[in-house]
Protein backbone atom coordinates (compact mmCIF):
# COMPACT_ATOMS: atom_id res chain seq x y z
CA UNK A 1 0.00 0.00 0.00
CA UNK A 2 1.11 3.76 -0.61
CA UNK A 3 3.15 4.97 2.51
CA UNK A 4 4.73 1.40 3.12
CA UNK A 5 8.52 -0.03 2.05
CA UNK A 6 9.82 -3.06 2.41
CA UNK A 7 13.20 -3.50 3.75
CA UNK A 8 15.94 -5.94 2.36
CA UNK A 9 15.33 -7.98 6.19
CA UNK A 10 11.70 -8.25 5.31
CA UNK A 11 10.06 -5.53 7.46
CA UNK A 12 7.63 -3.62 6.25
CA UNK A 13 7.26 -0.23 7.48
CA UNK A 14 6.14 2.97 7.15
CA UNK A 15 2.94 5.66 7.36
CA UNK A 16 0.09 4.22 5.22
CA UNK A 17 -1.80 7.07 3.30
CA UNK A 18 -4.74 4.54 2.27
CA UNK A 19 -6.94 2.38 4.02
CA UNK A 20 -8.45 -1.00 2.98
CA UNK A 21 -7.33 -4.39 2.25
CA UNK A 22 -4.21 -4.89 0.34
CA UNK A 23 -2.99 -8.42 -1.24
CA UNK A 24 1.06 -8.21 -0.73
CA UNK A 25 3.41 -10.69 -2.58
CA UNK A 26 6.87 -11.58 -2.10
CA UNK A 27 9.81 -12.46 -3.40
CA UNK A 28 12.81 -13.77 -1.75
CA UNK A 29 16.29 -13.95 -3.37
CA UNK A 30 19.21 -16.13 -1.96
CA UNK A 31 22.81 -15.42 -1.92
CA UNK A 32 23.17 -16.97 -5.37
CA UNK A 33 20.73 -14.86 -6.53
CA UNK A 34 18.25 -17.42 -6.94
CA UNK A 35 14.43 -16.36 -6.24
CA UNK A 36 11.38 -17.33 -4.48
CA UNK A 37 7.98 -16.13 -5.36
CA UNK A 38 5.27 -17.11 -2.98
CA UNK A 39 3.29 -19.18 -4.92
CA UNK A 40 0.24 -18.84 -2.25
CA UNK A 41 -0.90 -15.92 -4.56
CA UNK A 42 0.62 -13.61 -1.87
CA UNK A 43 -0.63 -12.09 2.03
CA UNK A 44 -3.44 -10.32 3.04
CA UNK A 45 -3.18 -7.13 5.24
CA UNK A 46 -5.56 -4.58 5.83
CA UNK A 47 -4.88 -0.91 6.93
CA UNK A 48 -7.80 0.46 9.29
CA UNK A 49 -8.70 3.63 8.83
CA UNK A 50 -7.83 6.26 10.61
CA UNK A 51 -10.71 7.13 14.11
CA UNK A 52 -13.49 8.83 13.19
CA UNK A 53 -13.28 12.36 15.40
CA UNK A 54 -15.32 15.39 14.82
CA UNK A 55 -12.80 18.14 14.09
CA UNK A 56 -15.30 21.20 14.98
CA UNK A 57 -13.60 23.04 17.63
CA UNK A 58 -16.77 24.83 18.93
CA UNK A 59 -20.33 25.95 18.31
CA UNK A 60 -21.26 30.01 17.75
CA UNK A 61 -23.97 31.65 19.94
CA UNK A 62 -27.03 32.63 18.26
CA UNK A 63 -29.86 35.28 19.04
CA UNK A 64 -33.57 34.62 19.45
CA UNK A 65 -35.03 35.48 15.58
CA UNK A 66 -32.19 35.39 13.81
CA UNK A 67 -31.06 33.10 11.63
CA UNK A 68 -28.39 30.59 12.87
CA UNK A 69 -26.37 28.18 11.25
CA UNK A 70 -23.19 26.25 12.13
CA UNK A 71 -20.96 23.21 10.54
CA UNK A 72 -19.76 20.79 11.58
CA UNK A 73 -16.76 18.31 10.18
CA UNK A 74 -15.43 14.95 10.01
CA UNK A 75 -12.33 13.15 9.47
CA UNK A 76 -11.07 9.78 9.76
CA UNK A 77 -13.07 6.56 9.42
CA UNK A 78 -14.89 5.82 6.36
CA UNK A 79 -16.82 8.45 3.91
CA UNK A 80 -19.62 9.63 3.48
CA UNK A 81 -20.62 10.72 7.20
CA UNK A 82 -24.03 10.94 8.22
CA UNK A 83 -24.43 13.87 10.91
CA UNK A 84 -27.28 13.97 14.05
CA UNK A 85 -27.63 16.00 17.14
CA UNK A 86 -29.56 15.97 20.23
CA UNK A 87 -30.27 18.72 23.06
CA UNK A 88 -30.52 21.33 19.55
CA UNK A 89 -32.25 24.75 20.92
CA UNK A 90 -35.89 25.47 19.82
CA UNK A 91 -36.30 26.02 16.37
CA UNK A 92 -32.72 24.45 14.96
CA UNK A 93 -32.09 21.42 13.05
CA UNK A 94 -29.45 19.53 12.32
CA UNK A 95 -28.63 18.07 8.38
CA UNK A 96 -27.47 15.09 7.63
CA UNK A 97 -24.49 16.32 6.28
CA UNK A 98 -23.28 18.49 9.16
CA UNK A 99 -24.98 21.68 9.34
CA UNK A 100 -27.27 23.41 12.03
CA UNK A 101 -29.73 25.89 11.27
CA UNK A 102 -32.58 27.56 11.72
CA UNK A 103 -34.09 30.41 13.81
CA UNK A 104 -33.92 30.06 17.86
CA UNK A 105 -37.56 31.03 19.27
CA UNK A 106 -36.41 30.94 22.75
CA UNK A 107 -33.67 32.11 25.10
CA UNK A 108 -31.49 30.15 27.17
CA UNK A 109 -28.26 27.51 27.43
CA UNK A 110 -28.40 24.21 25.55
CA UNK A 111 -25.52 21.42 25.24
CA UNK A 112 -25.76 20.05 21.74
CA UNK A 113 -24.36 16.66 21.19
CA UNK A 114 -23.37 15.81 17.77
CA UNK A 115 -22.82 12.06 16.21
CA UNK A 116 -21.14 11.47 13.24
CA UNK A 117 -21.44 7.58 11.54
CA UNK A 118 -19.33 6.47 9.14
CA UNK A 119 -20.50 4.33 5.88
CA UNK A 120 -18.73 1.11 8.04
CA UNK A 121 -21.44 2.12 10.85
CA UNK A 122 -19.11 3.61 13.58
CA UNK A 123 -19.90 6.66 15.31
CA UNK A 124 -18.69 8.73 17.74
CA UNK A 125 -20.30 12.30 19.54
CA UNK A 126 -18.75 15.94 20.79
CA UNK A 127 -20.91 17.83 22.82
CA UNK A 128 -21.15 21.63 22.48
CA UNK A 129 -22.00 24.43 24.63
CA UNK A 130 -24.61 27.15 23.09
CA UNK A 131 -26.26 29.78 24.64
CA UNK A 132 -28.97 31.65 22.75
CA UNK A 133 -29.53 35.19 23.81
CA UNK A 134 -32.29 37.76 23.62
CA UNK A 135 -31.77 40.39 20.66
CA UNK A 136 -31.04 44.16 21.88
CA UNK A 137 -34.04 45.87 23.43
CA UNK A 138 -35.50 48.01 20.10
CA UNK A 139 -35.93 51.67 21.14
CA UNK A 140 -38.29 53.62 23.21
CA UNK A 141 -40.08 56.65 22.48
CA UNK A 142 -41.86 58.84 24.38
CA UNK A 143 -43.02 61.41 23.20
CA UNK A 144 -44.40 64.21 25.72
CA UNK A 145 -45.56 67.76 24.46
CA UNK A 146 -46.84 70.05 26.76
CA UNK A 147 -47.36 69.09 30.10
CA UNK A 148 -47.35 71.92 32.53
CA UNK A 149 -45.64 71.55 35.96
CA UNK A 150 -48.94 73.41 37.64
CA UNK A 151 -51.33 71.29 35.75
CA UNK A 152 -53.36 69.14 38.00
CA UNK A 153 -53.52 65.08 37.44
CA UNK A 154 -56.39 64.62 35.57
CA UNK A 155 -55.71 67.61 33.57
CA UNK A 156 -52.17 66.06 32.01
CA UNK A 157 -52.56 64.39 28.79
CA UNK A 158 -52.07 60.88 28.57
CA UNK A 159 -48.71 59.46 28.15
CA UNK A 160 -48.13 57.25 25.31
CA UNK A 161 -44.67 54.75 24.98
CA UNK A 162 -44.09 52.44 21.99
CA UNK A 163 -41.28 49.79 21.11
CA UNK A 164 -39.79 50.50 17.78
CA UNK A 165 -40.22 46.84 16.74
CA UNK A 166 -41.72 43.88 18.49
CA UNK A 167 -39.25 42.18 21.08
CA UNK A 168 -39.66 38.29 22.53
CA UNK A 169 -40.92 37.89 26.27
CA UNK A 170 -40.47 34.96 28.67
Do not use: C, E, H, W
Not at 50 to 73: K, M, Q, R, W
Not at 111 to 120: C, E, G, L, Q, Y
Not at 163 to 169: E, K
Amino acid sequence: PNGLTATAGGAIGGTPTTAGKFTVNVTVADAAGATFANRLGGFSLTIAPAALVIGTASAPNGTVGTAYTASFAASGGIAPYTFSASGLPAGLSMSATGTISGTPTAPGAATIVVTVKDSAGVSTSKSFAVTIGLPPAPPLTFNIVGISDTALPLQQPRVQVTLGSAYPVD
